[in-house]
């Protein structure tokens, strides 16, 4: 046998401290490894996997690794190579729906699929959900698709097919989705298409139907390793307990605390009951920190030891101190977005390898930072927008590419049928959908039906076989040509590229540039010797977070998406009631427990800088307000020997929250400054030095002649013609010349 040894896995007392040591040396039987945030769990993994090769003997292909993101997959691929020195094959790392797709690819026919079933992403889900909804003629305004879409995932997630849908509906709203779902199902049938959820299932209804293909799997897979553990559903337990019948050698690697998916269907009780699934369960908890500060770490750790389902650790780390924890309480949303985005200057001035990230509860917050952020002409990317594989004119391309794998997709049909404009219209679209309902057939089984029955005016006609003979074309050529010679036959051979180039437009050749880039990707992939399935599955599973760019300086994301990256500083804003933790929380104990662990999640990304922000008003809804905001409970959870209080003060508190006409009186302004060890006198008509009275910066307070003592948020430029904003309590952002200001400082 070939010699598996590797020098790095010689140290590893001094690569591994004493639990992560625990850890990869347990190799036999179930084994729960708790890792608290910035342990070093992917190290563990992969020194794990080397382990059992290099010291076990155990052959790489017997072991599985799953995880949850292609970037996390790709990361942990790469680590084991450079631990591994061995040819005699690799470990087989994948996220979860990967390798269903690998082992469906293989074996669905058992169960009734073609082998070249079509995976349907979001959007190509939604349109088939609008078809049904036509079908059954109800009106989007009725039922709205994404909502129906949502039931329909929670139906799959949790074992409801949809007759057992209809008998648990408690309303006619729900009853009407679960004929819905129904007749989705059927399409989705008719097409041979999976969506996502399908991935799991259908894996999992495979394995329990065929115990040949099980035992071949258990066989195949002996050792398996699971990643993010917390965030698995019941569909991913059953799948990990049929891959492991035999052996039992599974060990799963998560944190309680970081469990913030059950919108999608993530059970916490997996982790929480794996001593009660698995009696003989080794549990080892990695608890020693590598990313944060102790500050970072104590304030974190106060704020999740609240919630009650948590088995309990204790983070700590060798960096002792830290900056404390700074809190900002900004007199409105303005004012929060400008003070984050001039933090980040002033950090990045002093730090300049320093990155940092803005992290919210929902999306629409980001617009604020978005703007501060152009205002202060920092750069900035958002995260959670569209991944490339979702722009349309990719989306249109990859659909002729499913064509070419899977005639009967008749979503990817009505999206490209008149795409570039090819001269078929409504009355044909009509025409077809009634010719697949009536018939019981798919759109594409429609068409050849229609254009040998010639059903349509010659016309119409002409335009259907045109395109029916285009799309034969190109699924001959799928079977004679290469990859790339595919892509780029497409793109020319539809008029695609044609069209963009006649429209002549700065869009058109950006949308063509991208055609470029997917025809380049796919020569990247016919290198891996991939198959046009495997590209096309690598498009559909790719999520907005694997194009996430480290090397970006400021990244502006929701907490989820934040997940498994690490920053020297972090913004975790918008900490009110009702916004985080957000308002359908607040009624229910286990909801209001994953939005303390979310807000964990965002507090332990901070490597060295943590601030905790929050506005006293916010406009809400359509414009309206602003509204005033009552303080995040998770504020007060974190003991205030930790936090710095960086708020302009409690005369900006005091006039949020509109307490009288007392706000601004001279007593509350020296109380405020006396309590930070400032002596200052504002008797009226005593004026400050001249010196004082025309240095004006930001981060001073001034008092203006009608507005009141107010505090300056941004200053540009200098001397008398600088421009000022200023924060003035109950009157909101000003902004003003220096000269004609009117301004004294305070």
Request: glycine share 6%.
């Amino acid at each position: 046998m070939e010699s598996l040894e590797c020098p790095a896995m010689m140290n590893l007392d001094q690569a591994l401290n004493s639990q992560q040591l625990e850890a990869v040396r347990t190799t036999e039987g179930p084994v729960l490894i708790l890792a608290g945030a910035g342990s070093g769990k992917t190290r563990v993994i992969t020194y794990r996997i080397a382990y059992l090769v290099e010291e076990h003997r155990v052959r790489p292909e017997n072991i599985l690794a799953v995880t949850f993101t292609n970037k996390a997959a790709e990361q942990m691929k790469e680590r084991t190579a450079a631990l591994l020195r061995t040819r005699l094959g690799s470990p087989l790392i994948a996220t979860f729906h990967s390798f269903c797709v690998r082992v469906l690819r293989r074996h669905i026919s058992t169960i009734g699929y073609g082998n070249d079933f079509t995976i349907y992403d979001e959007a190509d889900q939604l349109s088939v959900v609008k078809s049904c909804l036509k079908d059954v003629g109800l009106e989007e305004k009725a039922l709205q698709p994404r909502s129906v879409l949502s039931h329909i995932s929670y139906a799959k997630n949790h074992g409801l097919d949809p007759a057992q849908a209809y008998r648990r509906a408690h309303d006619p709203a729900t009853e009407r989705m679960a004929v819905v779902y129904e007749k989705y199902e059927q399409k989705l049938r008719r097409a041979n298409a999976l969506d996502f959820d399908d991935l799991l299932l259908k894996t999992v209804d495979l394995l329990g139907q065929h115990e040949s293909i099980r035992e071949t799997l258990n066989h195949q897979y002996r050792f398996l390793m699971v990643d993010e553990y917390q965030d698995t559903n019941r569909t991913q337990y059953r799948l990990m307990r049929q891959l492991t019948e035999k052996h039992q050698n599974l060990c799963v690697v998560g944190d309680e605390d970081q469990s913030i998916y059950s919108w999608r269907g993530a059970d916490i009780q997996n982790i929480l009951s794996f001593e009660k699934d698995y009696p003989n369960a080794r549990i080892i908890k990695l608890e020693q920190n590598y990313r944060s500060t102790k500050n970072i770490l104590d304030a974190s750790g106060s704020l999740v030891a609240k919630n009650a389902s948590r088995t309990g650790k204790t983070l700590w780390t060798e960096r002792t101190g830290g900056d404390p924890v700074a809190l900002y309480e900004a007199p409105d949303a303005e004012t929060e977005a400008l003070f984050v985005a001039h933090q980040i200057l002033e950090h990045q001035r002093r730090h300049p390898g320093d990155s940092a990230a803005v992290l919210y509860r929902t999306n629409f917050q980001s617009r604020q930072f978005e703007e501060a952020c152009r205002r202060t002409n920092l750069k900035y990317i958002v995260v959670g927008g569209f991944s490339f594989y979702e722009r349309a004119e990719v989306k249109d391309i990859l659909s002729y590419l499913k064509l070419c794998l899977n005639p009967q997709d008749s979503i990817s049909l009505l999206r490209i049928i008149n795409t570039p404009s090819r001269g078929i219209g409504k009355t044909s679209f009509e025409a077809l959908e009634l010719e697949a309902r009536q018939q019981g057939v798919s759109l594409w089984q429609a068409l050849e039906r229609i254009v040998e029955a010639r059903s349509l005016p010659a016309r119409a006609l002409k335009a259907l076989a045109d395109f029916r003979s285009l799309i034969q074309a190109f699924l001959e050529q799928s079977h004679e040509c290469t990859l790339s010679q595919l892509v780029r036959s497409v793109i020319m051979g539809s008029g695609y590229a044609n069209w963009l180039e006649s429209e002549g437009s700065e869009e058109a050749a950006t949308r063509l540039e991208n055609l470029k880039e997917l025809a380049n990707a796919a020569l990247d992939a016919e290198k891996r010797q991939e198959r046009l399935a495997d590209f096309l599955d690598h498009a559909a599973l790719v999520s907005d977070t694997d194009d996430f760019d480290e090397r970006a300086r400021v990244c502006l994301m929701s907490l989820h998406s934040a997940k498994g990256l690490e920053f020297p500083l972090v913004f975790v804003v918008g900490l009110e009631e009702g916004l985080f933790p957000h308002n359908r929380s607040l009624d229910k104990a286990e909801q209001l427990e994953e939005e303390r662990r979310i807000c964990y999640v965002g507090m332990t990304r901070a490597e060295k800088k943590l601030f905790l922000t929050r506005a006293l008003s916010r406009s809400v809804l359509f414009g309206e307000g602003p509204n005033t905001t009552k303080r995040s409970r998770f504020l007060s959870e974190v003991p205030s020997s930790l936090l710095e209080d960086l708020s302009p003060g409690r005369l900006v508190r005091g006039a949020i929250a509109y307490e009288g006409p007392t706000y601004n009186s001279r007593e509350s302004i020296e109380q405020f400054y006396r309590e930070r060890g400032k002596q200052i006198d504002l008797t009226p008509g005593k004026k400050p030095e001249p010196a004082e009275r025309n240095r004006f910066r930001q981060g001073i307070y001034v008092r203006h002649p009608r507005f009141g003592v107010g505090y300056i948020v941004r200053c540009e430029g200098d001397g008398e013609e600088s421009k000022l904003t200023v924060s003035f309590p109950g009157y909101g952002i000003k902004k003003m010349v220096q000269k004609f200001a009117g301004l004294e400082r305070v």
